[in-house]
């Protein structure tokens, strides 16, 4: 479910003859996507998530940070809510890239999946957006694989 927002003079090249923006899905206007979307705000209010996704990722941020303290390669920490990144750097002071022959994103994923995370790193960081209902055990466990994960590439590094 979506809505659309134009001015006027953007509006106007597309709409009908009745000043009518038209805008044909399938299910797009359907009474039966309809009813599923009104659940799934029902689901959302009832059961807090944006409470939880503030709350959670403030808490995720906070972990993440704590961990960057023991991870040269972790230049940046950034975001909000449950939408957070780490950039990662060759080098911590420079916030210099790694090179790309040194594939950090197919090494990242590798180390993701030895760590039992389903995430792909890519030769600037990883993007991290777990669920809205995540919990703080859960977030523990995702920063400890994350940990070890990170730990990898830095051994390989000074290799």
Known sequence: MAAAIAK???ADVFSGP?????????SGGHPISAA?????????ESDKLVENSAKMGSYFKDKLMDL??????MGDVRGLGLLLGVE???NHVTKEKFPEEFRLGEKLTEQFRNNRLILSGNDKGVSLSPPLCVKQNEIETIVDRLDKAFTAIEVEMSD
């Open 8 to 10: 006027r003079e953007v």
């Open 68 to 73: 960057k303290v023991d991870h040269p390669i």
């Open 36 to 44: 599923a979307a009104l659940a799934n705000i029902e689901i959302i």
């Open 18 to 26: 009745e000043n009518i923006f038209r805008q044909a899905l399938t």
């Open 88 to 90: 990662l750097v060759k």
